[in-house]
């Protein structure tokens, strides 16, 4: 959160500048605020969404040019389905050593992971929002076995929240050091016994060294839902990790409280041995100018009280 004061100048610098685009309103803004990642980077992608919110809420007025998209994460185009691949079968030894590849944007990779994952995923693709890493897993021979997708934790559930056993406060402050398996999706002409287990183990031995240097600092904890009417969970059990419980069927970034969907199941695999005493007590691995932009768990408001103190959601 934030003081009237600086929300006034974000204010100022919309109503001073309305030929800007809202993602050079958005640099301005982070370069203005210090709203940096730990490397560095500003995080405008964040910057526009918050501002579209915003606008939506009709704390803002962007530019009559500038389109706000619905809230949420956004759906791309992507091609058509891709040809079917050749299948793969039989043990998974003969597939290893796994190679887990980052997807760069706006390479061959990049639409081929959009491609799969729309066209195969139960959930289709959306854009991520906020930190995230695509990977593609590959054979030994190089062949294409699997896409996952990581990014922003969910904001509040009550199962992880009180097996971590951190306030209010705290997880405001460390929520971050927490990484979501958004999409994982074997490829459906991939039958391998055993592989997503072992995928999923893999990946829990690489995604720390990556996130570190895509974004300055090291997960403590993984975590995913799974919606226990499509799946058993299978895989996550047998790669070690935790089932904790369900949702409550509100939606992972639900602030508002109005959404409505299906009740999942909540998995986590610990990064560490005592990782539940770090999330409590590590230091924030963002600067205190970027903490002053996290969203408020406890009211879900965007602008309350005597200071008028804002809430980025």
């Given at each position: 959160?934030?003081?009237?004061?600086?929300?006034?100048?974000v204010q100022q610098i919309v109503a001073d500048y309305p030929a800007l685009s809202v993602?050079?309103?958005?640099?301005?803004?982070?370069?203005?605020?210090?709203w940096k990642r730990p490397n560095g980077r500003l995080k405008a992608h964040e910057c526009?969404?918050?501002?579209?919110?915003?606008?939506?809420?009709?704390?803002?007025?962007?530019?009559?040019?500038?389109?706000?998209?619905?809230?949420?994460?956004?759906?791309?185009?992507?091609?058509?389905?891709?040809?079917?691949?050749?299948?793969?079968?039989?043990?998974?030894?003969?597939?290893?050593?796994?190679?887990?590849?980052?997807?760069?944007?706006?390479?061959?990779?990049?639409?081929?992971?959009?491609?799969?994952?729309?066209?195969?995923?139960?959930?289709?693709?959306?854009?991520?929002?906020?930190?995230?890493?695509?990977?593609?897993?590959?054979?030994?021979?190089?062949?294409?076995?699997?896409?996952?997708?990581?990014?922003?934790?969910?904001?509040?559930?009550?199962?992880?929240?009180?097996?971590?056993?951190?306030?209010?406060?705290?997880?405001?402050?460390?929520?971050?050091?927490?990484?979501?398996?958004?999409?994982?999706?074997?490829?459906?002409?991939?039958?391998?016994?055993?592989?997503?287990?072992?995928?999923?183990?893999?990946?829990?031995?690489?995604?720390?060294?990556?996130?570190?240097?895509?974004?300055?600092?090291?997960?403590?904890?993984?975590?995913?839902?799974?919606?226990?009417?499509?799946?058993?969970?299978?895989?996550?059990?047998?790669?070690?990790?935790?089932?904790?419980?369900?949702?409550?069927?509100?939606?992972?970034?639900d602030w508002q409280r109005q959404a409505a969907v299906r009740r999942k199941d909540i998995?986590?695999?610990?990064?560490?041995?005592?990782?539940?005493?770090?999330?409590?007590?590590?230091?924030?691995?963002?600067?205190?100018?970027?903490?002053?932009?996290?969203?408020?768990?406890?009211?879900?408001?965007?602008?309350?009280?005597?200071?008028?103190?804002?809430?980025?959601?």
């Amino acid at each position: 959160m934030f003081s009237g004061d600086e929300f006034r100048l974000v204010q100022q610098i919309v109503a001073d500048y309305p030929a800007l685009s809202v993602h050079e309103l958005s640099l301005t803004i982070c370069e203005l605020l210090n709203w940096k990642r730990p490397n560095g980077r500003l995080k405008a992608h964040e910057c526009r969404a918050w501002l579209q919110q915003l606008h939506t809420a009709g704390w803002l007025a962007l530019p009559a040019l500038q389109r706000c998209g619905p809230k949420g994460p956004q759906r791309i185009a992507v091609g058509g389905p891709t040809d079917r691949e050749t299948e793969v079968c039989g043990p998974a030894k003969m597939l290893e050593p796994l190679r887990l590849d980052l997807v760069e944007a706006g390479s061959q990779d990049s639409a081929r992971f959009r491609t799969w994952i729309e066209h195969h995923h139960y959930l289709g693709y959306r854009v991520p929002v906020g930190a995230s890493l695509r990977y593609l897993v590959r054979s030994v021979s190089g062949q294409v076995l699997a896409c996952l997708l990581w990014s922003s934790p969910a904001w509040k559930m009550a199962p992880r929240d009180g097996w971590i056993g951190w306030s209010a406060a705290q997880r405001e402050q460390n929520l971050q050091y927490i990484v979501h398996n958004s999409r994982f999706l074997i490829l459906p002409w991939v039958r391998v016994s055993g592989l997503a287990s072992k995928i999923l183990s893999r990946c829990a031995r690489q995604l720390p060294k990556d996130w570190q240097r895509c974004y300055g600092y090291r997960p403590m904890l993984l975590e995913t839902l799974v919606d226990g009417a499509r799946f058993a969970g299978t895989s996550y059990r047998a790669a070690n990790w935790i089932l904790l419980g369900q949702t409550t069927g509100r939606g992972r970034m639900d602030w508002q409280r109005q959404a409505a969907v299906r009740r999942k199941d909540i998995y986590v695999y610990p990064l560490g041995r005592h990782v539940q005493h770090d999330l409590q007590t590590t230091e924030a691995p963002l600067s205190l100018a970027e903490m002053r932009y996290r969203r408020s768990a406890e009211d879900g408001v965007l602008f309350a009280g005597q200071n008028k103190t804002f809430h980025l959601c």
